[in-house]
């Protein structure tokens, strides 16, 4: 068979098909985030296909501002209703923000302590120290941290780059009961948690419920191989699901759209209806997966709220 110009020989896998159609795809125009799923049946109006833009977005597009006494963060996703945001990525429900943050060569973070919410940290570039309860240990790239509310710590770039690294600022509600120290785990040396979840995702944990999250139900990387896809799938309403590229690149595939997706951006898995089949069958609840087309492995950074549903990673098997 002979293909037109500008096609890509391809094979007949859902990936493969699905990278053809990539440059069709144009992102979204940048805005600056701002910082801040219902159940459906036929008669509910189709989403529009273009707004999964609402649900993405990358901190180089964000206004810088300073936090933690020498932190210079930059949002991501911020607080919002994803059902009626009219801000563009103010959309999470269950979280305050995830953010991406900088600590200036050999700048460091006064002894603090956080009120009424808690932070993950994952460490991914530049060298450092945390230091929480008279115990000091180093940071690089693939450390967590679990900081939670009325612990102290102090952080400090010890090397001649920036300290860089995500944030997921946690809800805390008023029954949580939070942990008494901080937590540093590193996920360079922990197991991989499963391999064959939603067909391909490479999985390690960073924190779960029992090391003290208040309303995540995980945090994990999820690594794919090249030229590898995510099954396709769904969620359940009142699910909160975020993927944040942290390395390599790779397409976002959410309803009938593909993005490119490079590391400082991430997505909400668009809540717009219950993954019924009538609703899946009137395009009302959008599919989503992660398609890697090259030749290196790429990785995410990735949350999920308790509430969540189908669409978790799957455990080890």
């Known amino acids: 068979m002979r293909l037109q110009r500008a096609t890509v020989l391809c094979s007949a896998s859902l990936a493969f098909a699905a990278l053809l159609c990539a440059q069709e795809a144009a992102p979204a125009p940048a805005q600056s985030p701002g910082r801040g799923g219902r159940g459906g049946g036929q008669a509910a109006p189709r989403p529009d296909p273009h707004k999964i833009d609402m649900f993405m ?3 180089h597009e964000s206004m810088p501002h300073q936090t933690h006494g020498g932190l210079i963060e930059r949002d991501i996703l911020t607080h919002g209703d994803p059902q009626t945001a009219t801000t563009r990525c103010a959309v999470l429900i269950h979280t305050n ?7 200036a060569a050999r700048g460091g973070i006064a002894p603090m302590k956080l009120h009424g919410e808690q932070e993950i940290i994952y460490i991914v570039g530049g060298r450092g120290t945390v230091t929480s309860a008279g115990q000091t240990t180093d940071l690089y790239d693939g450390m967590g941290i679990l900081a939670p509310p009325e612990v102290e710590f102090s952080m400090k770039n010890t090397g001649d780059d920036d300290l860089n690294m995500y944030i997921i600022n946690e809800l805390v509600p008023a029954d949580f009961k939070p942990g008494t120290k901080m937590l540093v ?10 391999t064959t979840g939603h067909w391909v995702h490479i999985v390690k944990n960073i924190f779960t419920p029992a090391d003290g999250l208040a ?5 994990i990387t999820v690594t794919l191989d090249p030229m590898t896809i995510g099954e396709p799938h769904a969620h359940t309403a009142g699910s909160e699901e975020v993927w944040i590229q ?14 490119w997706q490079t590391p400082g951006m991430g997505y909400l898995a668009p809540p717009f209806a219950e993954e019924t089949k009538a609703n899946v069958t009137a395009g009302l609840s959008f599919p989503h997966s992660n398609i890697n087309p090259g030749t290196e492995q790429v990785k995410f950074l990735y949350f999920q709220t308790a509430g969540g549903g189908r669409g978790a990673p799957a455990p080890a098997r």
């Open 185 to 194: 785990r590193d996920i360079n040396v922990e197991p991989i948690r499963g």
């Open 215 to 219: 309303t995540l139900r995980q945090t």
């Open 97 to 103: 923000h995830v953010s991406y943050a900088t600590l």
């Open 246 to 259: 942290i390395k390599g690149k790779s397409l976002a595939f959410i309803g009938t759209q593909l993005r």
């Open 57 to 59: 977005c990358d901190w």
